[in-house]
Structures are given as C-alpha cells and as structure tokens.
C-alpha cells in the first residue's frame, strides 16, 4: 500500500470511489517535477505530487563524499531556485561556483581549445556544480511548509482527458481529478505515450561513466572537457575541497571495462589519457566515489501540450527531451521548462482558466524554440568530434580555435549556456 505524505492524508482501498479534485496534477517525482509542483502552489493553485518514490524524501548529503549525481547549475536554474526560495537554503559550502570552462580539442595541440570566462563575460560565474540530493533535500522539506501542495506515493495507471481537465486512476488511492496535468515522469514517460504525443529518439551508443574525485592540485574553479580520438569525451566538473566529478562519454563496451578498474589501474589511465594532460592539469587523483554508468540519447518529444484536440497535459523536463551531457544542459533545460510554465501561468489573464489551449501553445512555443536549438547544436558537436575523417578532425579542432578568437561568438555561446528566464 502506497502511503501519501503529511500534508496529503493517506487514502485507502475503501474510499476508492471519492473522487479527489485539484487545479494541477503533477506526475514525477524528480527535481523538476517537485520545483514544478511547488511553484505551482506557491502560485496558489491546488496541486498534487503523484510519483512512487514519494513516501521516501531524500535526506540532504553530508560528510565528506559527494553524491553520485552531480549537476551543473545555470544562472537561469538559480534564479528559479531563488523563486522558490530554495537557493539560499541549500548548504553552500557543498557547491562549487564555475567561473572558467577550457574545452580541449583531440589533437592534442595547445591552439585546439576554447575558454570561456566569466571575467571576460561580465558575470560573477559561468555555473554551479553541486548534486542533485542537495537540491530534492531541500524541494522535499519545503513542500511540508506549502499546504497548496499534496504528495502521493502511487502509481497513475490510466489518464483520461475531457472538456474540463482530466481524470487519473491511481493504483492504491482514489481518483484525482484536475484541470491540468504536468508530464515529469521521465525519459521513459507513460504519461506522453497515454495521449499519443510521440517523440524522435536516437540512441548514442554510448554511455556516461561518472564519479568523484580528490586531486592534489587546485582545479581552480574550472570546468574541463577533453575530446578525444575516436569520439570519447571526459569532462572534469570542479567540486568543493580540491574534488571533481567526472563524466566519461564512451562506448558501452569501454564503460563497463572502466567499472572494474581499482585505483592502480586509473593511475595509469590518467598518465596516458589525453597525452596525460588531466594527470598535469589536476595532479593525481584518487577515487572518491564508486564509479557507475547510464546509457546516453537524444530524445524530442513532437509536441509538448496534447491531446493534440483538445490538450489539458503539459510536458517538462526528460518527458519532454533528453539530451547527450557534453553541454552540462540537461537539468537546465528541464527547469526552464518549469519557470517558462510557472509564468505562463501567473501572467494569465484573469478570463482564461490554467487549462485553456492559448495559455498552454504559448508555452509550447516559447520552450520549443529553446529545446531545438540546444538539442541541435549538443547533436552536432557530438557527431562532429565522433567523425574519425581527417578533414572532421581538421574542421572541429579548427573550429575551437577560431572560436576561441572570437569574442563575439564566445559572447553570445556563454549568454545561450546562462539562459533568461523573467519573473517579473
């Protein structure tokens, strides 16, 4: 039996048929289905959580090892956190502010690199990286303070949409009823599939290995990425207290071999990597964290409001797109999602009610063009270092160069990486 949570009073077997009703239903219980779910209440809506894993909330990290799940923090994704009062709560000696990034071509020679500053670029950073249990920690202990918001531990087993909203039969509780309903659930989201939107999805062939690390040289509050031959990428993400985190891109093959590897192993790894340009640039490392890996691919979801007659279901986060990590962009996008909706909602006019088709094609358009546009430039630029050709590895190592000598498109990369989002 499923059990809701303190300010969502258990339902049983018995009151099955009392249909429960609210303005929003939100389906997903990862970061930003919950920013979703309590900035909607924080709008004064009447929402519900309903997700699984919601009985259990994620304790905030502490000790000396960092989670497993690290993000990198836009400017846009902090100042939703600020919104919702979130960003000042969170334990900021566990986050670690990027104010450079240096992107290193497969060539190995020293022309063959971008580097973004913050300095150059007028902002304090380029990004945060902190892990992801800090921030569901914290989203888990305010929703006990937003009596708008009621969480479910269940499972939606069928949707069913009408004029007025829609109708969701849970597994253990009663039916709830909602004006809206908000797609969380995932990469995999039965949600999108239930009303038919269909999504284009290509798999990498590849799969992210991550984990933490202790360096012995300073990272010096920089971000690295090495391309190397053969289309792998290795990014070293700067964490607190001389730590990074590391997200390995390679064939699934090389991923599981990389799991078996004790420290010795990885010392000699790190002296031959890259021409041991991450040994010189971090000094030696020593694992932090047990190593694990998730399968990469792309994945667009051809609408983001449906049914497509009569649509009273909004999209967000990996229900809606997934993207290869090279950008760091993943969780950003998802959250842009939520502020774009939060607004959307909040600057309504007062004739419209939150499930009418103008409010929801606005925010379709404006996450679209968002959407593609950072999908397709993370596609091309892991397709192009992926090219074993000579003139790819010419053109992509040349590319960085001739990037990294223009102020203007260096410019107006670090503005797209920073994201706008208006609350006003």
Same mark, same amino acid.
């Given at each position: 039996?499923?059990?809701?949570?303190?300010?969502?009073?258990?339902?049983?077997?018995?009151?099955?048929?009392?249909?429960?009703?609210?303005?929003?239903?939100?389906?997903?219980?990862?970061?930003?289905?919950?920013?979703c779910a309590l900035g909607l209440a924080?709008?004064?809506?009447?929402?519900?959580?309903?997700?699984?894993?919601?009985?259990?909330?994620?304790?905030?990290?502490?000790?000396?090892?960092?989670?497993?799940?690290?993000?990198?923090?836009?400017?846009?994704?902090?100042?939703?956190?600020?919104?919702?009062?979130?960003?000042?709560?969170?334990?900021?000696?566990?986050?670690?502010?990027?104010?450079?990034?240096?992107?290193?071509?497969?060539r190995g020679e020293g022309s063959d690199?971008?580097?973004?500053?913050?300095?150059?670029?007028?902002?304090?950073?380029?990004?945060?990286?902190?892990?992801?249990?800090?921030?569901?920690?914290?989203?888990?202990?305010?929703?006990?303070?937003?009596?708008?918001?009621?969480?479910?531990?269940?499972?939606?087993?069928?949707?069913?949409?009408?004029?007025?909203?829609?109708?969701?039969?849970?597994?253990?509780?009663?039916?709830?009823?909602?004006?809206?309903?908000?797609?969380?659930?995932?990469?995999?989201?039965?949600?999108?599939?239930?009303?038919?939107?269909?999504?284009?999805?290509?798999?990498?062939?590849?799969?992210?290995?991550?984990?933490?690390?202790?360096?012995?040289?300073?990272?010096?509050?920089?971000?690295?990425?090495?391309?190397?031959?053969?289309?792998?990428?290795?990014?070293?993400?700067?964490?607190?207290?001389?730590?990074?985190?590391?997200?390995?891109?390679?064939?699934?093959?090389?991923?599981?071999?990389?799991l078996l590897l004790k420290q010795s192993?990885?010392?000699?790894?790190?002296?031959?990597?890259?021409?041991?340009?991450?040994?010189?640039?971090?000094?030696?490392?020593?694992?932090?964290?047990?190593?694990?890996?998730?399968?990469?691919?792309?994945?667009?979801?051809?609408?983001?409001?449906?049914?497509?007659?009569?649509?009273?279901?909004?999209?967000?986060?990996?229900?809606?797109?997934?993207?290869?990590?090279?950008?760091? #962009? !993943?969780?950003?996008?998802? %959250?842009?999602? @939520?502020?774009?909706? /939060?607004?959307? *909602?909040?600057?309504?006019? &007062?004739?419209?009610?939150?499930?009418?088709?103008?409010?929801?094609?606005?925010?379709?358009?404006?996450? #679209? !063009?968002?959407?593609?546009? %950072?999908?397709? @430039?993370?596609?091309? /630029?892991?397709? *192009?270092?992926?090219?074993? &050709?000579?003139?790819?590895?010419?053109?992509?190592?040349?590319?960085?160069?001739?990037?990294?000598?223009?102020?203007?498109?260096?410019?107006? %990369?670090?503005?797209?990486?920073?994201?706008?989002?208006?609350?006003?």
């Open positions: 039996m499923s059990v809701a949570s303190q300010n969502s009073p258990p339902q049983n077997q018995s009151n099955n048929t009392k249909i429960r009703k609210v303005d929003i239903a939100v389906i997903g219980g990862g970061i930003a289905g919950k920013a924080q709008l004064g809506l009447q929402t519900v959580q309903i997700a699984p894993d919601l009985g259990d909330p994620v304790p905030p990290p502490t000790g000396p090892q960092w989670g497993q799940r690290i993000y990198a923090f836009s400017p846009s994704t902090q100042k939703l956190l600020a919104h919702l009062h979130i960003w000042d709560a969170l334990e900021h000696t566990r986050i670690q502010a990027v104010r450079d990034m240096r992107i290193f071509g497969d690199q971008l580097h973004l500053s913050a300095f150059e670029a007028g902002t304090p950073q380029l990004a945060w990286i902190g892990e992801s249990n800090l921030v569901e920690g914290i989203l888990d202990q305010a929703v006990r303070f937003q009596n708008k918001l009621g969480q479910i531990a269940d499972t939606v087993e069928t949707l069913e949409t009408d004029a007025d909203g829609a109708t969701l039969h849970l597994k253990n509780h009663a039916p709830i009823q909602a004006m809206l309903v908000v797609a969380a659930d995932g990469a995999n989201s039965a949600t999108r599939k239930s009303i038919g939107i269909t999504a284009s999805e290509e798999s990498y062939s590849q799969s992210a290995v991550v984990a933490n690390w202790l360096c012995t040289q300073p990272h010096l509050e920089t971000a690295y990425q090495w391309f190397l031959p053969g289309g792998d990428i290795v990014a070293m993400l700067p964490l607190p207290n001389k730590q990074v985190s590391m997200v390995w891109s390679t064939s699934p093959e090389n991923a599981s071999d990389l192993d990885w010392d000699s790894k790190w002296r031959m990597l890259a021409g041991g340009a991450i040994g010189k640039q971090l000094g030696t490392l020593m694992l932090n964290s047990t190593p694990a890996a998730f399968p990469l691919r792309k994945i667009r979801a051809n609408r983001f409001i449906g049914p497509e007659h009569d649509p009273k279901v909004v999209l967000i986060g990996d229900a809606a797109h997934v993207m290869h990590p090279l950008a760091g #962009q !993943g969780l950003n996008l998802g %959250l842009r999602d @939520v502020a774009v909706l /939060l607004n959307v *909602l909040s600057k309504r006019e &007062s004739f419209r009610p939150i499930n009418n088709v103008t409010l929801l094609r606005r925010y379709e358009r404006q996450r #679209q !063009g968002d959407t593609s546009a %950072l999908l397709w @430039v993370t596609d091309r /630029l892991k397709k *192009l270092f992926s090219g074993s &050709s000579n003139a790819e590895r010419q053109l992509r190592n040349f590319g960085l160069g001739f990037v990294n000598r223009s102020h203007f498109i260096k410019r107006r %990369l670090i503005e797209r990486a920073l994201g706008d989002i208006d609350f006003e």
